[in-house]
């Protein structure tokens, strides 16, 4: 017989029905439907095209069904060798048969808590609770998943996980009493008017990429030969109008489909400070995803201004933590929506006046406008030359078009260009076509990297690139000037580089080299 685990210092004591940590727990029954079910979903285009086309052949009939009941010997396989535990030190994890694999994650080294609940979850009242420990943010490498607990249970894991602490056990039976949960403050919610920037995204043209690689990868089964052929057609017999209206037609269905996407990724979207320190960020329609992170480990945030996004005068906002990486939108805190909630946002999360994005940035040398010019126009300059050397002649012109727009970008990205400091935050502005703001706290910084190309030496340009744990690893102050740039990174550390830089003086000004 366990015990129950000691309480924290600093907590309440567990109430008469508190679940013993030392215990080893099964994953819901439920698991057997519901793993096939979302398997199901993502393998439903390759069973209907078996079961639906070739005329019948029993080699198709016979194939689905081994595809079924594959996937649910899997499932069963899954939850009858899957077992987790938490003590009060860490948390643990057997699963697997002919492998076994025993994971356990010490519990201080938790950073984030992400409950999803796919349509298959929903359904039956399941979530899948993944323990985020570092910066890999790709399911499998980081931290480990049980897939799939009760939503009840999945919120007091998430309690207790966060808390480093014991709550109440969920309670069982259909008429059951949900457990009573602490009131949140509620920093920003979903605003239908933000529906005016789904557009603005892109995603709709995404959408009509993937569904076009399904397409083509099914094209005989699916008997799309006339479209596959035409397809054929237009590339074997180019033709401007033909190509303008094709990139119209691109457009508008793109734009008609970005609006429901917008919909199905941030429906009900939440963000709130919980009592127990974490930042919450609620959203979904079909599939619903809530993603915790303790506030003492956020080290800043990052505006980031798609291209199209920026010109309606929009943005989204990104979370620099410790646990969550800088690729996928586990890190995001809000959706496309005004730049002005975004800075609101930014100030709520942050605890501070005035939200550090907004600082005046001190501008790059013109020798940045050059170097970022060229960096765009050049790779079209090379394509079109080689394209005209070993392409057909209705090839070429294609980039030489291109060049001007390339020019005007590479222009914004100067534009963009900017640095600054104060009391507590490193703010750095880099990229065009996705511009990027960050506010990076001084404290969070361990190290600086420091980056001169041979191009960069020549125009007394410099890269220095800011160190920490959280994030991306590493936020770029971009083609700055040698002097500023070293200086920079002196002050918002101090003692860290200074002992690898040396005073000169040139001309009466001076200078700081590494």
Do not use: C
Not at 299 to 311: C, F, S, T, Y
Not at 366 to 393: D, E, K, T
Not at 438 to 458: D, E, K, M, P
């Amino acid at each position: 017989m366990t015990t129950p685990a000691e309480v924290p210092a600093g907590l309440p004591a567990a109430p008469e029905f508190t679940e013993p940590l030392q215990e080893w727990h099964r994953l819901h029954v439920r698991m057997l439907v519901v793993r096939p079910l979302n398997e199901g979903i993502a393998m439903l285009v390759p069973i209907l095209v078996l079961l639906f086309t070739g005329n019948g052949e029993k080699w198709r009939l016979i194939a689905s069904g081994a595809t079924v009941a594959a996937i649910l010997a899997f499932s069963y396989l899954i939850w009858r060798t899957t077992k987790y535990r938490i003590t009060g030190d860490q948390v643990e994890l057997h699963t697997g048969l002919l492998t076994r694999k025993q994971l356990a994650v010490p519990r201080d080294r938790i950073r984030t808590v992400d409950l999803t609940s796919k349509p298959g979850h929903r359904i039956f009242g399941l979530s899948a609770v993944r323990i985020g420990t570092g910066q890999q943010d790709v399911p499998g490498t980081d931290g480990l998943t049980l897939d799939a607990v009760t939503q009840q249970e999945a919120e007091r894991l998430r309690l207790l996980l966060l808390q480093k602490g014991v709550v109440p056990k969920a309670p069982e039976g259909e008429d059951a009493e949900p457990v009573p949960l602490p009131e949140s403050e509620v920093i920003s919610q979903l605003d239908l008017k933000w529906l005016k920037f789904a557009p603005l995204s892109l995603s709709g043209l995404v959408a009509i990429g993937a569904l076009f690689g399904v397409l083509s990868n099914y094209a005989d089964d699916l008997g799309l030969h006339p479209v596959m052929d035409l397809w054929e057609w237009l590339f074997e017999h180019p033709s401007y109008t033909l190509f303008a209206v094709f990139l119209v037609v691109l457009v508008v269905v793109g734009l008609v489909l970005s609006i429901p996407l917008y919909i199905l990724q941030f429906w009900n979207y939440r963000l709130t400070r919980e009592p127990d320190g974490t930042l919450r960020v609620q959203r979904g329609l079909l599939t619903t995803r809530s993603v915790s992170v303790e506030e003492q480990r956020l080290r800043g945030v990052d505006i980031q201004e798609p291209l199209l996004v920026r010109a309606g005068k929009g943005a989204k906002l990104a979370a620099v933590t410790t646990g969550l990486g800088s690729k996928g939108e586990s890190n995001l805190l809000l959706p496309p929506a005004p730049l002005s909630v975004a800075h609101q946002v930014s100030r709520d999360v942050l605890k501070v006046g005035n939200d550090p994005t907004t600082l005046r940035l001190r501008k790059h040398p013109f020798a940045a406008l050059r170097r970022s010019i060229v960096r765009h126009v050049m790779p079209w300059a090379v394509i079109a030359v080689g394209l005209a050397v070993f392409a057909p002649a209705w090839a070429w012109p294609i980039p030489v078009a291109i060049i001007p727009f390339a020019a005007l970008v590479g222009w914004d990205n100067y534009r963009s260009l900017g640095n600054a400091l104060d009391e507590r935050y490193l703010v750095t502005r880099n990229n065009s076509l996705v511009r990027s703001t960050v506010a990076l706290q001084r404290t969070g910084i361990i190290g600086w990297r420091i980056h001169r190309s041979f191009f960069q030496r020549r125009s007394g340009l410099v890269t220095i690139g800011a160190t920490t744990a959280a994030g991306a690893g590493v936020y770029r102050v971009t083609d700055v000037g040698e002097s500023h740039g070293l200086a920079l990174a002196d002050e918002a550390v101090p003692d860290l580089l200074r002992p690898f830089l040396m005073d000169s003086t040139v001309d009466g000004q001076a200078e700081r080299n590494v």
